[in-house]
T-cell receptor, first 116, second 111 residues
Framework: DTEVTQTPKHLVMGMTNKKSLKCEQHMGHRAMYWYKQKAKKPPELMFVYSYEKLSINESVPSRFSPECPNSSLLNLHLHALQPEDSALYLC???????????????FGEGSRLTVL | KQEVTQIPAALSVPEGENLVLNCSFTDSAIYNLQWFRQDPGKGLTSLLLIQSSQREQTSGRLNASLDKSSGRSTLYIAASQPGDSATYLCAVGLKGQNFVFGPGTRLSVLP
C-alpha cells in the first residue's frame, strides 16, 4: 500500500467557517507534511511532523492549525480563512532515515479548497 | 538559501521523441533529489528518487541523473507518448525533512 488518502477532495467554505482537512497513510512513515499549491506554481511547504512532533512551521498564519493525532493521521484545521487561501492542499509522507535523512515523498491527491 | 530552477518551462514534442528535462540547484548540500509528475488538478506522483551518493536511477523509459557537484539533474524520457503529457517537477531533499521544489516543466506530447 503506497497510498496517501486525503479527504475531502473538494471544500467550499465561507470566511467565518471552521473546517478540517484530513490525511491518512498506512506505510509506516513517521514524517508527514502539508503543502499548499496555487495554480501553475510548485508546492509550498507549510508544516512537517516528524514522529508526531511539529518539526517545521514555515511561518504559516495561525488561521491554519495542524494536528497529528497519531503516526498515521494528519489534520489541518481551518478557521477564518481569506479568499487568497484558496488553493490545492497536498498531504505527503515519507520515512525518516538515519541522522534525519529523508526518504521518498509520497503525495495524496489533494484537497481543493475554495474560500468565498 | 537553496533555489531550484527547471529548464525549459514548457516543451511540446511529437510522439516518439526522446527528451531531456533539466533541474538545477544552488547548494550542493542535498540528501537526495526526487522527480515527480503532476497531472492537472491532481497530486504529485513520484517517478524517481536519487540519493546524494548515487549518479543515476532508471525506471522503464525514464532515466534520471544527478551531478551534485555541479548542482544539476536531468530526467531523460525515451520514446515519448501522449500519456507522458504532464508537469514534471524536481525537488531537492535537505536536512530535516525539508524539500525545495522547482517550478516545473510543462510537457505536451502530440500524437
Amino acid at each position: 500500500d503506497t497510498e496517501v488518502t486525503q479527504t475531502p477532495k473538494h471544500l467550499v467554505m465561507g470566511m467565518t467557517n471552521k473546517k478540517s482537512l484530513k490525511c491518512e497513510q498506512h506505510m509506516g512513515h513517521r514524517a508527514m507534511y502539508w503543502y499548499k499549491q496555487k495554480a501553475k506554481k510548485p508546492p509550498e511547504l507549510m508544516f512537517v511532523y516528524s514522529y508526531e512532533k511539529l518539526s517545521i512551521n514555515e511561518s504559516v498564519p495561525s488561521r491554519f492549525s495542524p494536528e497529528c493525532p497519531n503516526s498515521s493521521l494528519l489534520n489541518l484545521h481551518l478557521h477564518a480563512l481569506q479568499p487568497e487561501d484558496s488553493a490545492l492542499y497536498l498531504c505527503a509522507s515519507s520515512h525518516v532515515g538515519g541522522r534525519g535523512v529523508t526518504g521518498e515523498l509520497f503525495f495524496g491527491e489533494g484537497s481543493r479548497l475554495t474560500v468565498l | 538559501k537553496q533555489e531550484v530552477t527547471q529548464i525549459p518551462a514548457a516543451l511540446s514534442v511529437p510522439e516518439g521523441e526522446n527528451l531531456v528535462l533539466n533541474c538545477s540547484f544552488t547548494d550542493s548540500a542535498i540528501y537526495n533529489l526526487q522527480w515527480f509528475r503532476q497531472d492537472p488538478g491532481k497530486g504529485l506522483t513520484s517517478l524517481l528518487l536519487i540519493q546524494s551518493s548515487q549518479r543515476e536511477q532508471t525506471s522503464g523509459r525514464l532515466n534520471a541523473s544527478l551531478d551534485k557537484s555541479s548542482g544539476r539533474s536531468t530526467l531523460y524520457i525515451a520514446a515519448s507518448q501522449p500519456g507522458d503529457s504532464a508537469t514534471y517537477l524536481c525537488a531537492v531533499g535537505l536536512k530535516g525533512q525539508n524539500f525545495v521544489f522547482g517550478p516545473g516543466t510543462r510537457l505536451s506530447v502530440l500524437p
